[in-house]
């Protein structure tokens, strides 16, 4: 068997490919192996006798069917859940965007006059409490409080 590494090497170098991926043509094999320059790699590489195999990936065809089931619900029951509820929704952004929404909405029934400043600044307060849990939790205690034009 004919010793090609130093071919494979340069041809690696050349075409910026790791050395497992050279291929050459096995029927040319004792062309290679008297070819020790760059230049002569060149042309064999030109000439088809030596070349790059394609980089092997990943299949993504796995991952695709699982995220459509996930994306649709599936595969994501009790069965699968490892952590508790505040490790795999982080609760601080949840109460961020809580609070957000339902001061923009406060801030909205404030500025069309639902609402007087009085009734916006208890309301905030409470947001702020932690007294409602949803927006439509803030709207409920507004239609109680008799406040009418809630949307």
């Not at 009085?118 to 239609?143: M, N, P």
């Amino acid at each position: 068997m004919v010793d090609l590494s130093l071919q494979k090497r340069l041809a690696a170098e050349i075409l910026g490919v790791g050395v497992s991926r050279i291929k050459i043509d096995p029927s040319k094999v004792e062309d290679v192996s008297g070819v020790i320059t760059r230049d002569g790699i060149r042309k064999l590489i030109k000439d088809g006798v030596i070349w790059a195999e394609y980089e092997e990936g990943n299949s993504r065809g796995r991952w695709k069917e699982r995220h459509g089931k996930r994306k649709a619900g599936h595969r994501r029951g009790q069965g699968k859940r490892k952590g508790t509820h505040g490790a795999r929704v982080d609760e601080k952004l949840m109460w961020v965007s809580t609070i957000r929404k339902l001061r923009r909405y406060l801030r909205w029934l404030r500025e069309h006059e639902v609402i007087d400043s009085k009734t916006y600044r208890r309301a905030y307060v409470l947001a702020k409490g932690g007294a409602f849990k949803t927006l439509s939790d803030l709207k409920r205690y507004l239609q109680n409080m008799g406040v009418s034009g809630i949307k």
